[in-house]
């Protein structure tokens, strides 16, 4: 079975510009959550999806981000415009089970270069 | 002051080792605890995952959890150059919602 995946494995782009994360969870999966883990730091939340509504979005840093699940499939995040400090890695994760219960799968993750 | 703190590292040991591992944390909402492993360049991989006080084992690995002390730590016996990598502590909400550690990066040495 596949594990999640997630595209592209590395994207730099300039400050100002757009960028689409995309993750696919693995099949079946209902839950899905998005990471970032910036350089020196931890590991952190940003949002997670039920399906293809957001049962979460309290670490969504600000509105250049914007995260969606249409059809409860795969999920994009897009930020728009970039910003020097949005470089870092991002993580997706899904599971089976909404509560703390159910173990989280990660995909490898998309490092974000901002220049 | 962040919820969960972890032993920064980073740590360096002699094949055969034990090596301990340990976080805390502040938060008594978190409900399930977990130890993940992450080899360069990859994602985090779980490793343990426990939800009560006390001690569980799997091969070599022990992770002990101490809710009263919101103490959590994870045991490697007979550590080996495979093992090298970045150990992070997480914990969970009933919501779901993970909390990570910084990671201790660890080397075992041949």
């Known amino acids: 079975e596949a594990g999640v995946t997630q595209f592209p494995s590395h994207s730099v782009i300039e400050k100002g510009q757009t960028v689409t994360l995309r993750c696919d969870p693995i099949?079946?999966?209902?839950?899905l959550y998005w990471y970032r883990r910036v350089m020196g730091k931890e590991i952190k939340f940003l949002l997670h999806?039920?399906?293809?509504?957001?049962?979460?979005e309290s670490g969504m840093p600000n509105n250049r981000f914007l995260a969606e699940r249409t059809g409860g499939t795969y999920s994009t995040l897009k930020v728009q415009p970039a910003e020097l400090e949005d470089s870092g890695v991002y993580f997706c994760?899904?599971?089976?089970?909404?509560?703390?219960?159910?173990?989280?799968?990660f995909g490898p993750g998309t490092r974000l270069t901002v220049l | 002051q962040k919820e969960v703190e972890q032993d920064p590292g980073p740590l360096s040991v002699p094949e055969g080792a034990i090596v301990s591992l340990n976080c805390t944390y502040s938060n008594s909402a978190f409900q399930y605890f977990m130890w993940y492993r992450q080899y360069s360049r990859k994602g985090p991989e779980l490793l343990m995952y426990t939800y009560s006080s006390g001690n569980k084992e799997d091969g070599r690995f022990t992770a002990q959890v101490d809710k009263s002390s919101k103490y959590i730590s994870l045991f490697i016996r007979d550590s080996q150059p495979s093992d090298s990598a970045t150990y992070l502590c997480a914990m969970i909400t009933n919501a779901g919602k993970s909390t990570f550690g910084d990671g201790t990066t660890l080397t075992v040495k041949p």
């Open positions: 099949s079946g999966h209902d839950n």
């Open positions: 994760a899904s599971s089976q089970v909404t509560s703390g219960r159910g173990e989280q799968f």
């Open positions: 999806f039920v399906k293809e509504s957001k049962q979460d």
